[in-house]
């Protein structure tokens, strides 16, 4: 069984700053792709950024520049820092990872949804 546990979001000021941390646990073999999406209310969910397990990073292009994908393999967690954030960002966001577990088949786990509302 593996899990995603997410943390980091809340409420925000417009032009204020956010990181979301995900930790995968469970019988992990690797973990490949790491990312976030987000789905705002009435909107479907979208891909913000996700990157490979050497590195290798993708954006949408409403968060280039403002938002910033790493990970820690060491720890099989992924963060996303943002800055600048915008009403628009207000959304719940859920991370998804790529896991083997036990040397089987790649799966796509996905945390719990963490609320990021951007207010005055």
């Known amino acids: 069984q593996v899990q995603l546990v997410e943390s980091g979001g809340g409420l925000v000021q417009p032009g204020g700053s956010l990181r979301l941390s995900c930790a995968a646990s469970g019988r992990i073999s690797t973990i490949t792709y790491m990312g976030w999406h987000r789905q705002a209310p009435g909107k479907q969910r979208e891909l913000v950024a996700r990157?490979?397990?050497?590195?290798?990073?993708n954006y949408a292009d409403s968060v280039k520049v403002r938002f910033t994908i790493s990970r820690d393999n060491a720890r099989n967690t992924v963060y996303l820092r943002m800055n600048n954030l915008k009403p628009e960002d207000t959304a719940v966001y859920y991370c998804?990872?790529?896991?083997?577990?036990?040397?089987?088949?790649?799966?796509?786990?996905w945390g719990q949804g963490s609320q990021v509302t951007v207010s005055s």
């Open positions: 998804n990872a790529d896991v083997s577990s036990e040397g089987g088949p790649l799966r796509n786990y």
């Open positions: 990157i490979s397990r050497g590195g290798i990073t």
